[in-house]
């Protein structure tokens, strides 16, 4: 395991990952891991047990920070996990990753940042790797929808959605999404009462609707934290990971 990997520094603060390898020759498929905390607090840390789990299971993994919010507002959170991802192609020799075949990984925050990323790769010119899959667990969606006076996100994206409409709009990942977006595998406890359920089904059934292989996975009587320790989602997060990325024979 490498800690403390500096993957870049913005406004003097040192965006760290620690990568996490599997035993054996690689090249290795590789996961960028995405901690939540309401785009405002957590930390990479808070990803260690999954981080772990997939190196177990074959997979180079590296979970990374992120600027947070209040002080760093939207897109500022977007621009690190792109950043991240590019560190991680331009050090794939030393960690033996294999490019081709890197996912996102994130829960609550996490997962809206890894599904905004592989979505907006999809809706232009790719300036950044590209993401082959996705696993989101509880992850928000849709921005478009709030109350146009709420300020509940004014902390994250600069104001009301009447006074930003363009910002919820590009934050929110179902709005990029095109027939050229990675698969994506949806975790989401049914008794959430922080993400609605429905975030992640709808973004579900936009790409189901367009041929896209997805999956949602419903964490039975589980709520937002809930679902992120459900051994039985990360299983099956795991078996979609080895369908999307893993070579045959591996």
Known sequence: M??????AEREGTKLMADVYLPSGDGPFPAVLMIHGGAWASGSRSNMAAH????ANHG???????Y?????????????????????????SQEFEIDTARIAGWGHSAGGHLACLVAAMQSAGTPSHPLLKAVVAGAAPCDFTNEPLLS???????????AEAP????????????????PPIFFFHGTEDNVVPIGQAQVMHEKL???GIPSVFYQSQGRGHFGCL????????????LDQQLKLEGS
Request: glycine share 4%.
């Open 51 to 54: 981080a772990l789990y997939l």
């Open 2 to 7: 490498f800690r403390n990997q500096v993957f």
């Open 166 to 181: 363009g910002t919820y709009e590009k934050a929110s990942p179902v709005a990029h999404v095109t027939a050229k977006c």
């Open 208 to 210: 189901t609707d367009l």
């Open 67 to 91: 600027r947070l919010a209040p002080m760093h507002r939207f897109p500022a959170q977007l621009e690190d996990c792109q950043e991240a991802l590019d560190w991680l192609v331009e050090h």
């Open 151 to 161: 300020h509940r996100l004014a902390f994250f994206l600069g104001g009301s959605r």
């Open 229 to 240: 320790i459900d051994q039985d989602a990360r299983q099956e997060a795991l078996k979609f």
């Open 59 to 65: 997979y180079a993994v590296a979970a990374i920070s």
